[in-house]
């Protein structure tokens, strides 16, 4: 079965969410949604997010983002983030009535092994109708597809805020963990090697050939070949492939165009220009092919950034090349949490 994933940040805009200590719903619900997106997507999961950036979202709104891009069907995962302001302690995770409590007691065991408590998944019912859901993102959202209601914490109680300031991020990346195991996808994880670059593994599936999987991890046939020192193209079901990416001290990245993309979009993403990207790589026009693998610059003249809506340590850290304990270090940072419009030293 081809999983798609829906993340749904909650609250947004003038709808803040639950607010205490130093801890404002909208904003980290969005900054732990497009952390999972990147996670997802580097693994070759297909996501979109119910909201991505700071506006006001209607209930009516994410339902209908949800059911028209993947429809009503048992491959649809809805991962919707949220913090508690009840003074409780630990993570909990809401299920609908149609589902099992599999996806959401996987999604508590990898919370629980970061260190955070848990309680047991429970279901919710509407008291004027105990057949239907309590909750719109279980009610509405038909009659097959998978939603989970993910609560990290209560932002009331200082122990747990202080969790989830330094932790959120860990809690994030246990969920991604979690589902990925759920739909029997290979995990993979972001641990760096000694020499500094993050070298991951890639378990070989029915089909996969060396030029899809190198389309997917953003790199060349050639490198994967070398790293996994092969002498052919041929692999076999349940081989462990190494998939290299970036290092900090290299120059540049390599970025795979994917449907729908554009110069502009890719240099907005990499803080870069459209400009620079087509003298980088001797482009002479606009043009990109689906699959075309471009070069992106690696700005190492730009010493600050201005954090924006949306941005996490892991993905400016990402942008820069450079990692997340780098950034923290650098900026005397004790926790995840970023302001908008906070200027991070780089």
Do not use: C
Request: glycine share 6%; aromatic share 6%; net charge negative.
């Amino acid at each position: 079965m081809d999983y798609k994933i829906v993340i749904d940040a909650s609250h947004g805009g003038d709808d803040i969410g639950n607010s205490a200590n130093g801890i404002v719903e909208k904003d980290l619900m969005l900054q732990i949604s497009n952390y999972m997106k990147d996670r997802f997507e580097s693994m070759g999961i297909p996501v979109i997010m119910t909201r991505e950036t700071d506006e006001i979202i209607t209930p009516e709104e994410r339902v209908e983002k949800i059911m028209n891009t993947y429809g009503d069907n048992s491959d649809v995962i809805i991962l919707s983030n949220h913090v508690t302001s009840g003074g409780g302690a630990g993570a909990e995770v809401v299920y609908a009535l149609r589902n099992s409590s599999a996806l959401s007691n996987l999604i508590l065991e990898e919370i629980e092994n970061t260190g955070q408590n848990t309680s047991l998944p429970y279901q919710r019912r509407l008291p004027s109708n105990t057949r239907k859901d309590y909750y719109f993102i279980h009610r509405d959202t038909g009659e097959y597809t998978q939603p989970v209601m993910i609560i990290y914490g209560s932002v009331n109680n200082p122990d747990e805020a202080a969790k989830l300031k330094n932790s959120a991020l860990e809690y994030a990346e246990a969920v991604v963990k979690a589902v990925m195991q759920y739909i029997g996808k290979p995990y993979i994880s972001q641990d760096m090697n000694q020499n500094g670059i993050e070298s991951n593994a890639y378990v070989v599936q029915n089909g996969d050939t060396l030029y899809q999987i190198a389309n997917r991890y953003n790199t060349t046939v050639a490198e994967l070949k070398r790293l996994n020192q092969l002498t052919s193209d041929n692999l076999q079901i349940g081989q462990v492939l190494k998939i290299p990416t970036v290092s900090k001290e290299q120059k540049d990245s390599l970025y795979t165009v994917k449907s729908g993309d554009s110069l502009y979009k890719i240099a907005s993403i990499y803080d870069t220009t459209v400009s620079e990207l087509m003298k980088y790589n001797n482009l002479s026009s606009n043009l990109l092919q689906v699959g075309q693998v471009i070069r992106i610059p690696t700005v190492n003249s730009r010493d600050t950034y201005v954090v924006r809506s949306g941005d996490s340590l892991w993905n400016i850290a990402r942008k820069f090349n450079i990692t997340v304990d780098e950034l923290k270090r650098k900026n005397n940072l004790t926790n995840n949490l970023l302001q908008i419009g906070q200027v991070l030293k780089i």
